[in-house]
């Protein structure tokens, strides 16, 4: 129909449609609208006639419009006045949001009825197109960025169109407290001002420029508080940190002060505890609120400077909070139990891959939050860095796009704009249970820290900082006008806030007022006193269960036997086996049973990437899956097992919070590969080993680490042990590789006995070759009794004890190579013992192990890893300590190398072989195998 020729263009569809409501029932638009149909077709009938009566230039101008309202919603934000700096907003480069590109003059908009807008109902009623089209530009290009054009359900997209247009967050439809705010900037004003003013140049991480974001926070947490949410958790870098722990945490200026003031008599108890402390731009802090009978937590764990790890963190901290894991089978998932809030830096959110790692979670099974609020405390600088040398994208907000997560844009100056996104964000949030991000812009009014000079490197910028009035200043301004509070007021509020701090600092005792977390010692012997052998009948019963499959289940063929072999596994000897997948779950079976909820999340952990594990089975007809953990009805408590996102450092990131929130739970993450815990080193660094030392948090995660050198080349070989022993100190965790079944066995249930007497990380180097090998299974005889042996000794030595001269000692996978060799039985002087537990040292039971060889002339390390790698460098010195240098101590291994392992797999089988034997004759052979005498 000629309509259709005349017009295209995204609005086409919305013009047919209301001119089809029109000829249906003219009183279904409004007058203005009835008006220019009738214009168009006099006769009331459908527009049939040569467009020349039609009025093309008519027709022309309402799609026009029709796509101007379109290119302002979607690209508005693109000239906001967004940056504090700027007096006038970006030049519009992009014509869709000209008159010219869409053939219009001002004359064409006045012709046109405001409805054919398709406006939500304001409080403001346009009344012709020139109107509807500069209220739009008011909306869409003012001080706040509407950056929604990527979303892509329309039931989202419609309610955040409406929500922007309806203005129904900001004033005065929904109020701001004008004076309360102004009281609220002060505060955050005066604290910075006083601390510069008594500690000039000493780093604090100013907030000005940003100081929007505390009442922004005040906004959600009682928004939060309203919405009988149970906890807020907040993760944030050092910018403006310390004025939330004054501001939202309620930290008291007095502490803040003391740490200023860094008093000589603090706590010094590192020898004891191995408490180092942190810098006050990365503690933690927590609060409890009581309203209205709504009881909650604001909780912020510590930072480290490595930025934006704490993402992943705060998030499983949001998860484990949404989850109750008290009864058996998956774990109940709670959505409005906890609110994660992550602030981020401009620079970082975009640079650091935690970030892109973390947003991805924000939607997977197992990992999902129920959305988080993402602020993006945006000072256009990188602590040197321009935005042009920081990113790739037009806006830091950018990469959140693509996880379809919508984004405003908040000019820092403007309080209502800064308030009315805030409220946005967590109504959204509310609705649809998604993240949503929003990117707030302002300034930094110091350097980087405050003892550093911007102005070498931006002078320009700093030329605008330094004659910029504080917000408080302009806020104070606004209210004066306005004629709300008195000149000279805002003033003596300053005043006031500034007294205040004087007094607290006047009255201060440092030393007094320093509160340390320092860690408390677990009781003497906790990890020896704990029994974990479990009785036989618990263990066949629990087997059963197991076993036990839903009645019309469809077991892939290719698993049945297998699973016969389990079910009838004790129904005669059992000696050996027991392989490690199957202690593994009797393992878990019984935790369970003890009233320990399990975690377990890696990448394909629920078959196990050596097909060895089916935690959870498929029918092969349906694809449903049976989780047995989940079913055996001795469970007193939830299993859950995830195939975890390819990641590394946000995956270990999220256990991590996870384990943090519910310490009573047994966390575990699973590598596909050992060396898949490279890209985590930070979080392990900075989270997991140093953070009792430096934040008294006791985290008890536990990382199962595939190990063994089996010649897959250098990227499937080692799980690093080196790097754990390295940082291994003042026990701060168990690092553990055991060569049984039931060694395995013992040491999971020892973990989960130890949660709450004595919980540390447990990293467990778990032996790719042994997982099925006959000598590393065991018999229920191992698991119903004895105890995690941290030192295996010898037990059946070829010869006699007053035989051996040479103790090979080892760890791991080696030991079946060299107990498999046909050396082994040649040589009765030789005993090989295994060292399970590399850390903490069982110093104690290495020292019995010697003791029972009288004629003992040597000690041999063997590995299989580089000497550069492996046990070796951590071992030798306390080895020889232990010894007191009374025998020589020898170490067998491959030689130096960088890489871990060799590429090919022949050259590995040569070197192997090598290796074992130099272990039994001791013989050097520089290029395939080392072998070392250390004095004695
Ligand atoms: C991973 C990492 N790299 C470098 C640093 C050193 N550093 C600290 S803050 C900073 C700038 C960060 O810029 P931005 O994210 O915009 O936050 P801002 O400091 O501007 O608030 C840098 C490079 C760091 N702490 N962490």
């Known amino acids: 129909m000629a309509l259709e020729k005349e017009f295209h263009g995204p609005n086409l569809a919305y013009i047919l449609e209301l001119h089809q409501r029109y000829l249906n029932d003219p009183t279904s638009v409004d007058e203005a609208t009835r008006k220019l149909f009738r214009e168009w077709s006099p006769d009331g009938t459908e527009p049939t006639l040569p467009t020349s009566t039609l009025s093309t230039s008519n027709l022309l101008s309402l799609t026009g419009a029709v796509n101007l309202a379109w290119a302002i919603r979607s690209y508005g934000y693109l000239s906001a006045k967004l940056d504090p700096l700027e007096d006038a907003p970006p030049v519009v480069r992009d014509p869709l949001l000209t008159l010219e590109f869409h053939k219009l003059q001002e004359e064409d908009l006045l012709n046109l009825p405001a409805a054919v807008l398709n406006l939500p109902e304001r409080q403001v009623v346009d009344e012709n197109a020139y109107q509807a089209i500069e209220s739009l530009r008011s909306i869409y290009c003012g001080t706040i960025g509407y950056d929604y054009g990527h979303i892509r359900i329309p039931e989202e997209r419609n309610w955040l169109y409406q929500t922007a247009e309806t203005g129904r967050f900001r004033p005065p439809q929904e109020a701001v407290d004008e004076k309360q705010l ?33 009442p922004m926070l005040d906004e959600i947490i009682a928004s939060a ?70 009881e909650m937590l604001v909780h912020m764990p510590p930072n480290p400077s490595h930025l934006e790890q704490v993402d992943p963190v705060v998030v499983g901290m949001a998860r484990a909070a949404n989850t109750k894991t008290d009864a058996p089978g998956p774990p109940r998932y709670f959505e409005n139990e906890s609110l994660p809030i992550v602030i981020h830096g401009d620079a970082s959110f975009v640079g650091q891959g935690i970030v892109a790692e973390t947003l991805n979670f924000s939607h997977v099974a197992g990992y999902a939050t129920s959305g988080c609020l993402h602020i993006i405390a945006n000072n256009q600088l990188g602590f040197t860095a321009t935005e042009s040398e920081s990113r790739s994208s037009l806006h830091a907000s950018d990469l959140a796009k693509g996880f379809e997560i919508p984004v405003i844009h908040s000019n820092a100056d403007d309080p209502i704009a800064c308030i009315e996104a805030v409220r946005t964000a967590f109504a959204y949030r509310q609705k649809f249970r998604k993240d949503f991000v929003i990117n707030l812009i302002g300034y930094r009014r110091y350097g980087h820290n405050e ?32 004629g709300l509070i008195q000149q000279g007021e805002a003033e003596e509020i300053l005043q006031a806030r500034l007294k205040e701090l004087q007094e607290a600092n006047d009255q201060l005792d440092a030393e007094k007022a320093l509160v340390e977390p320092v860690p408390q010692p677990p009781p003497r012997g906790a990890a020896q006193k704990v029994k974990t052998a479990i009785t036989l009948k618990r263990l066949k019963e629990l087997n059963r269960s197991l076993m036990e499959f839903p009645k019309d289940f469809h077991l892939n063929p290719k698993l049945v036997r297998a699973v016969e072999r389990r079910r009838t596994l004790f129904d005669k000897s059992d000696d050996g086996k027991i392989d490690w997948a199957t202690a593994e779950e009797l393992a878990f079976a019984s935790i369970l049973e003890d009233g320990t909820p399990i975690r377990l999340t890696g990448q394909d952990s629920a078959r196990g990437t050596f097909s060895q594990r089916h935690a959870v089975f498929y029918d092969v007809e349906n694809n449903q899956p049976h989780i047995p953990l989940q079913t055996i009805p001795q469970a007193a408590a939830a299993f859950e097992v995830l195939n975890s996102p390819l990641s590394e450092a946000g995956a270990i990131g999220f256990e991590v ?16 590969y050992g060396d898949f815990i490279n890209n985590a080193q930070g979080v392990l660094d900075e989270f997991l080993l140093s953070s009792r030392a430096k934040w008294g948090l006791t985290p008890s995660l536990v990382l199962l680490l595939p190990h063994g050198n089996e010649g897959q080349g250098p990227d499937h070989s080692s799980a690093r042990i080196e790097r754990f022993l390295g940082l291994a100190a003042e026990i701060n965790v168990r690092i553990a590789y055991p060569s049984t079944a039931a060694q395995y066995f013992h040491l999971l249930r020892r973990q989960a006995l130890l949660l709450k007497t004595d919980p540390l990380p447990l990293v467990v180097f778990t032996p790719k070759g042994l997982l099925r090998h006959p000598l590393a299974a065991s018999s229920s005889n191992d698991l119903t009794t004895g105890n995690w042996q941290r030192v295996i000794e010898d037990a059946d030595l070829p010869g006699k004890k007053t035989d051996v001269k040479n103790l090979i000692l080892c760890s791991g996978r080696i030991y079946v190579d060299l107990l498999t060799s046909p050396l082994r039985k040649e040589h009765t002087d030789s005993a090989i013992a295994r060292v399970e537990q590399l850390y903490p040292l069982p110093k104690q039971e290495l020292e019995e192990l010697w003791a029972q060889y009288p004629n003992l002339e040597r000690l041999i390390w063997v590995q299989e890893e580089p000497l550069n790698m492996g046990a070796w460098n ?26 871990p392992a060799e590429g090919s797999s022949t050259l590995y089988r040569i070197n192997q072989q090598l290796l074992i034997e130099h272990a039994f004759k001791l013989e050097s052979q520089a290029r395939t195998s080392s072998v070392v005498k250390e004095r004695g």
């Open 657 to 672: 919070g996870y384990n943090i929130m519910a310490p009573e739970r047994l966390v575990i993450w699973e590598a596909q």
């Open 182 to 214: 102004l009281e609220r900037l002060t505060r955050i004003e005066a604290f910075e001002l006083f601390l510069h003013r008594i500690y000039p140049g000493k780093t604090r991480f100013s907030i000005e420029g940003l100081d929007m974001l505390i």
């Open 874 to 899: 951590y071992l030798r010195p306390r080895l020889r300590q232990l010894m007191e240098d009374r025998l020589p101590l020898h170490y067998v291994g491959r030689p130096e190398s960088s890489s």
């Open 451 to 482: 003892g550093d000079e911007p102005r070498f490197t931006q002078p320009v910028m700093y030329q605008k900082v330094d004659a910029h009035p504080t917000i408080r200043q302009l806020w104070a301004d606004q209210l004066e006008k306005d």
């Open 225 to 294: 508080s309203d919405e009988k949410i149970h906890a807020v958790l907040m993760g944030m870098a050092h910018r403006g940190r310390l004025n939330v722990l004054a501001h939202i945490l309620q930290k008291p200026y007095s502490q803040i002060l003391a740490e200023f003031s860094d008093p000589k008599g603090r706590a010094t108890t590192w020898d004891e505890l191995g408490w180092t402390g942190d810098v006050k731009y990365h503690m933690g802090a927590y609060k409890s609120l009581k309203d209205k009978d709504v």
